[in-house]
Nanobody, 115 residues
Framework: VQLVESGGGLVQPGGSLRLSCAAS????????MMWYRQAPGKERERVAR????????NYADSVKGRFTISRDNAKNTVYLQMNSLKPEDTAVYYC?????????WGQGTQVTVSS
């Protein structure tokens, strides 16, 4: 299993970013996918989840209405569109797969929201 995130960077408050996670090594369309984030000194928290075919999504209260998770099963990729970004969204964002009682993580991508 390999998960590779991209798309992070520095953005001003109110701006937008789209994160991508390219997956390989498993049958992507069979599994739900998640995005997590971890800010300095804080625990890792789940941001969003999408079901295997994309029909169902859910979000942390802190990002509802601002973030959108989606997936393209033909490209084995999951996305996180982040709008109206706030300084408190600053964190390393990780793609996550739970499969057969194991957790798989990407290397993370840094998102910094600052003026």
């Amino acid at each position: 299993v390999q998960l590779v995130e991209s798309g992070g960077g520095l953005v001003q408050p109110g701006g937008s970013l789209r994160l991508s996670c390219a997956a390989s090594g498993f049958t992507f369309s069979s599994y739900a996918m998640m995005w997590y984030r971890q800010a300095p000194g804080k625990e890792r928290e789940r941001v969003a989840r999408i079901s295997n075919l994309g029909a169902y999504t859910n979000y942390a209260d802190s990002v509802k209405g601002r973030f959108t998770i989606s997936r393209d099963n033909a490209k084995n990729t999951v996305y996180l569109q982040m709008n109206s970004l706030k300084p408190e969204d600053t964190a390393v964002y990780y793609c996550n797969l739970g499969m057969e009682s194991k957790n798989y993580w990407g290397q993370g991508t840094q998102v910094t929201v600052s003026s």
